[in-house]
């Protein structure tokens, strides 16, 4: 082999620089999500709940996949996006200075319109298996009421490895085939970053600061 062929399969300095770019694409989307979509400290303090119970969940996952989803869905994304529909300012975003509009408009993961869809199949599957327990045929149906949520924590998990899948691969065409593993990985991950990042909220919230007052970002956003 010669110098120049080894030089072309293997480059040192490009080895590095895959990681650190990965890297910091996933910094950059963690980043941009917290300061655009986490400025109410009830948002944050059950974005706490839900990253404890995803933690929990994900030991689950090895010993029941069903009760893994049923905690993961029933708590843990309950408790996510209730505090995104009902407690995040939709108004003027003065730290950004971005529009609400804006924000949604931009986003990688999940907008609140992909949300609702989404959360809409969440409530469908149990009202399908409950209607349907054989869901047409595909399944076993349940014949006790422990046999029907374990259906419906199977029905669940499933709904989420699609609704991660799919996101993923929409990404790929939409931007590039990194920004969707970026995202697939700070979804994967989040529950572990969000501890380290609102675990205090609550103290705050229990201080009657209703709003994160973002010093930290407007510094950011300001350079």
Known sequence: MTDEQHARTFNPIEETRVPARFLNQLRTQRWDDHRYYHHSRINQSLHLLSALSFLVAYVLLFIDPAMAALLAWGVSMTARQAGHFFFEPRGYDHVNHATHEYKEEIKVGYNLRRKV????AWVGLPLLLWLEPSVFGLIEPATSTREYWND??????ALGVTGLLARTLHLFFLYDVATGLVWMSKILTDPFHDVLLYWKSPLYLLKGELIDPMTHAQHSTSH
């Not at 869809?117 to 809409?120: E, I, P, S, T």
């Not at 419906?152 to 998990?157: D, E, S, T």
């Open 152 to 157: 419906v924590g199977l029905a669940w998990l």
């Open 117 to 120: 869809v989404l959360m809409a």
